[in-house]
Nanobody, 125 residues
Framework: VQLQASGGGLVQAGDSLRLSCAAS????????MGWFRQAPGKERELVSA????????YSTDSVKGRFTISRDNAKNTVYLQMNSLKLEDTAVYYC???????????????????WGQGTQVTVSS
């Protein structure tokens, strides 16, 4: 699976962005997907995740109520809608796909097998 993340940019606090993660070479429809982010000097953290069907989602506490993960399996794409952006949301955002056979926790980076290249999100005051 090859993943291509896009949609990042420079925005002001309070603005919105929508990140997209498109897959090629293989369908995403059977993969559990996640969006991670990594700020300078910090560890990569899981932001949101979604089951293969889209029926269940997870978001870390700091983004609940502001970020929404979704997927369109027909378009082989996963999205992260980010509203009310804050300065602390500044980071490189990565999408990732998890094989059904991966037995590591889906809350950590080891729980994912394929990664996109990352897209920079910068929130200014």
């Amino acid at each position: 699976v090859q993943l291509q993340a896009s949609g990042g940019g420079l925005v002001q606090a309070g603005d919105s962005l929508r990140l997209s993660c498109a897959a090629s070479r293989r369908t995403l429809s059977t993969y559990f997907m996640g969006w991670f982010r990594q700020a300078p000097g910090k560890e990569r953290e899981l932001v949101s995740a979604i089951t293969w069907s889209g029926g269940e989602t997870y978001s870390t506490d700091s983004v609940k109520g502001r970020f929404t993960i979704s997927r369109d399996n027909a378009k082989n794409t996963v999205y992260l809608q980010m509203n009310s952006l804050k300065l602390e949301d500044t980071a490189v955002y990565y999408c990732a796909a998890r094989r059904p056979s991966n037995y590591y926790s889906s809350r950590g980076a080891r729980g994912y097998d394929f990664w996109g290249q990352g897209t920079q999100v910068t929130v200014s005051s």
